[in-house]
């Protein structure tokens, strides 16, 4: 079992920056493939970013690429998603997620509670 826990979330205004950390306990971190997910109030839950463990592999959604960059610290545990350049349209729940294989699916096997990122314009 892999417990995941959010933080980070928060208020911003348009073209600011915000981190989002996730702590991860109860299983070796470092082979776990990790991402981000995120899901607006009427939408479905979409793909953000993931971090591999082989050979640093990471993967973006389009429409975050240049702006948000995933990264992780194996010795603590913990992934990031540095979010820069926020849009409204990144206001979302932005959830964790881990597994054994990087994909956009939402096939991971473990999720945290999310955490609210909401962008004023």
């Given at each position: 079992?892999?417990?995941l826990v959010e933080?980070?979330?928060?208020?911003?205004?348009?073209?600011?920056?915000?981190?989002?950390?996730?702590?991860?306990?109860?299983?070796?971190?470092?082979?776990?493939?990790?991402?981000?997910?995120?899901?607006?109030?009427?939408?479905?839950?979409?793909?953000?970013?993931?971090?591999?463990?082989?050979?640093?592999?990471?993967?973006?959604?389009?429409?975050?690429?240049?702006?948000?960059?995933?990264?992780?610290?194996?010795?603590?545990?913990?992934?990031?998603?540095?979010m820069n350049s926020?849009?409204?349209?990144?206001?979302?729940?932005?959830?964790?997620?881990?597994?054994?294989?990087?994909?956009?699916?939402?096939?991971?096997?473990?999720?945290?509670?999310?955490?609210?990122?909401?962008?004023?314009?």
């Open positions: 079992q892999v417990q933080s980070g979330g928060g208020l911003v205004q348009a073209g600011g920056s915000l981190r989002l950390s996730c702590e991860a306990s109860g299983r070796t971190f470092s082979r776990l493939v990790v991402a981000w997910f995120r899901q607006a109030p009427g939408k479905e839950r979409e793909f953000v970013a993931a971090s591999g463990w082989f050979r640093g592999t990471t993967v973006y959604k389009d429409s975050v690429k240049g702006r948000f960059i995933i990264s992780r610290d194996n010795a603590k545990n913990t992934v990031y998603l540095q926020l849009k409204p349209e990144d206001t979302a729940v932005y959830y964790c997620a881990a597994g054994t294989s990087v994909t956009a699916d939402p096939n991971y096997d473990y999720w945290g509670q999310g955490t609210q990122v909401t962008v004023s314009s």
